[in-house]
């Protein structure tokens, strides 16, 4: 009877439901300590973070997935300019390692995609691994001309056109053009990332 009752506790909580939502204020605490378990404290230091220093992402583009009511996973977007073409760079996405494999992070993915694209949005470009985000419609295709202000690694820099041709021709730096953060506000995250 006990050997069969484990198996099944492991299961419900397993299949425990997620939700996904937009980010809240209050998310953020846990938003910033599950991107420090994913990618380490010295994330500050990528490539693609100088896209989004002292900035806000676009609006309506901060997803949070939630489980049990815990934060397990995040994604946002925010403004750039692709050597002059409007777009949205899509970062960080983490999942919670203990959550993995669940759909969680197709679920942030496809609900931000669908977010994006029904604000009209023409374009998003991501650094990341093809293999992943090959099922989402990122391919290399149309960012071999683009370059980040730092090191990366050519064939992780991918795109998706949500309006045909958005990202045809497209060259040069991709540079962040999305709000600035008040000074106060941007200081505060500065402090906490450091
Ligand atoms: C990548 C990540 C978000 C996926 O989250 P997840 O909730 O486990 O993803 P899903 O459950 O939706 O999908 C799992 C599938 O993706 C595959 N996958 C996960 N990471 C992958 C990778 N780097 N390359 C290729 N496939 C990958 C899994 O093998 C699995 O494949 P299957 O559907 O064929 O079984 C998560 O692994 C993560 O947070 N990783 C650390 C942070 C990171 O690398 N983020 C992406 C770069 S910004």
């Known amino acids: ?12 909580s397993k299949a425990a439901p997620f939700a996904i939502r937009a980010e809240r204020a209050a998310d953020v605490a ?7 378990a994913c990618f380490g404290e010295n994330r500050h230091g990528r490539t693609c ?9 676009a609006a309506g583009l901060a997803l949070s997935a939630m489980r049990e009511g815990k934060l397990v996973g995040t994604v946002r977007l925010w403004h750039v300019s692709a ?32 977010a994006a694209r029904a604000r009209g949005h023409a374009a998003v470009i991501l ?4 293999p992943y985000y090959a099922r989402f419609g990122f391919s290399a295709e149309k960012t071999g001309a683009l370059s980040l ?7 992780r820099l991918l795109g998706l056109e949500f309006q045909a041709g958005a990202l045809d021709d497209a060259a040069g730096m991709i540079v962040p053009t999305g709000a600035t953060l008040p000074k106060r ?3 505060r995250l500065h402090a906490h990332a450091a």
Not at 49 to 57: E, F, I, N, S, T
Not at 127 to 130: E, K
Request: glycine share 10%; with cysteine; charged share 25%.
């Open 127 to 130: 650094l990341g691994d093809a």
């Open 30 to 36: 846990m938003r910033e300590a599950l991107l420090d």
């Open 49 to 57: 973070q100088r896209l989004r220093d002292g900035r806000a992402p």
């Open 83 to 114: 050597g002059g073409r409007p777009a949205l760079v899509l970062g960080p996405l983490a999942v919670d390692p203990a959550c993995r494999e669940l759909g969680i992070g197709a679920a942030l993915m496809h609900q931000a995609l669908a």
């Open 1 to 12: 009877m006990t050997a069969l009752r484990k198996p099944q506790v492991a299961l419900i």
């Open 185 to 187: 506000r941007a200081a």
């Open 149 to 155: 202000p730092g090191p990366f690694e050519r064939e």
